[in-house]
């Protein structure tokens, strides 16, 4: 059979650093050993649609809702088959994405949740760390339910960590203190029973890992690209709702 | 004075990692604190694209132009109001890119030049480091002619060392033993009167570099990455033909 490969679309620039993160992992995935074997993507790293948190927490920011369909219309436009937003909070905004295009659009906390029941079945509770805005939506609680997975979100002081955390790595510079604070907020998680830490913001994963958790991890943007590699390698149709 | 932030179009793919540490350079040179700081940039990561060299050398391999000028009208349509091909090999076919297009196209080999001029004013004799193909276009020799330096290649067991080593990065399996052959190649282009080394293929400063090189290194990645946030932000109007 002849080797399907798709084009990747990626609504990107939430944030670049992320995106970037997004693109090297899905280089790693596929297997090459030449330019050609590689897959072709279409990155519209826009990094002007504006920010996320303060639109979904009624804090007066933009909507960034027209800025995501238009981003959503040019990757389709330029020859995306698939299409991924390597950014958490984002997903608050997928339904009316999903809809302004005819290719699917992947649910980044959908592939999450499917990644974790396969490679923990056992599990009861998850940690999230993610932008209070990510928490707030309860995309990942929503997506975990079906699987009786309680969703376990850091208590007030530790999500105001968690935000300096992520806005900080945007700006580069999370230094070393900020970081181990940000870790001890994910292992409180684990003492509070979740049995692994969803990495719920597609920036964490530039900081934080099993290495500092000691809990089993979900990197979301990891999870992400393996998904959209096997979607744009696989010899079946694509479904037209791959998240739904 | 408002911020002016053109948007950057990435002919990429070729291959994909130098695209990603194209990328990478550009979010480095950027000074910003926070997502809406950053350039938008958009990249067709486009690997299908045939092998430069084959068709430059006449030996038998498809002609890559009409999927080159596909992919500078694709990156146009979606945005761009200016082109970058971080391909050294590819430039060969520069004309028919830039007359396909409305905005200007960079040209790396005149941005190394200037580079180089700025840098080294009194340099007379500069290596080159780049595919046997992108030798063989002469486009080094002419960008560098009229500032009186003239270019040394290495010969012919030297070029073969480097063509397999830059072969190797897009396999993923450029080895410590293959990656100190090239840097020797490096090194004996300074014993041979070079007064700086051309990193004159995208993949090579992935693995070469002065510290293993022992020569001021001009690395074309990194020069068309600067070019590009430069004219990205710059005030003046953008010139029709940067390269020209």
């Known amino acids: 059979m002849r080797a399907v490969h798709r084009t990747i679309g990626v609504i990107g620039g939430m944030g670049p650093w992320a995106t970037l993160d997004f693109f090297e992992k899905v280089l790693r995935l596929t297997p090459a050993r030449r330019d050609q074997e590689h897959l ?3 990155i519209d790293n826009n990094p002007k649609i504006p920010d996320r ?3 979904i927490l009624g804090e007066g ?3 960034p ?3 995501l369909v238009a981003t959503a219309r040019t990757v389709e436009a330029a020859g995306a088959d698939l299409i991924v937003i390597p950014c958490n909070t984002a997903h608050f905004f997928y339904e ?13 906390m959908e592939e999450v949740a499917r990644a974790a029941a396969q490679r923990l079945p056992a599990l009861r509770r998850v940690g999230l760390l993610g932008t209070r805005a990510t928490v707030a939506t309860g995309l990942y609680q929503k997506a975990f339910r079906p699987q009786g997975v309680e969703v376990l979100a850091p208590d ?3 999500q105001a960590v968690i935000d300096r955390l992520i806005y900080a790595i945007k700006a580069g510079e999370a230094g070393e203190a900020l970081r181990a604070e940000g870790a001890a907020v994910g292992r409180r998680l684990g003492e509070a029973g979740a049995g692994a830490v969803v990495l719920g913001c597609t920036e964490l994963p530039l900081v934080l890992g099993e290495h500092n958790l000691g809990l089993p991890v979900f990197d979301s943007n990891l999870i992400l690209a393996q998904a959209a590699v096997r979607l744009a390698t ?3 149709p694509l479904p037209r709702e791959v998240g739904a």
């Open 234 to 236: 696989s010899p079946q």
């Open 40 to 42: 072709r993507l279409i």
């Open 96 to 108: 009316p994405i999903r809809r302004a295009v005819r290719v699917p659009v992947l649910h980044i």
């Open 65 to 67: 809702t027209p800025a």
């Open 53 to 55: 948190g303060p639109a």
């Open 61 to 63: 920011g933009e909507d």
């Open 156 to 158: 007030t002081a530790g």
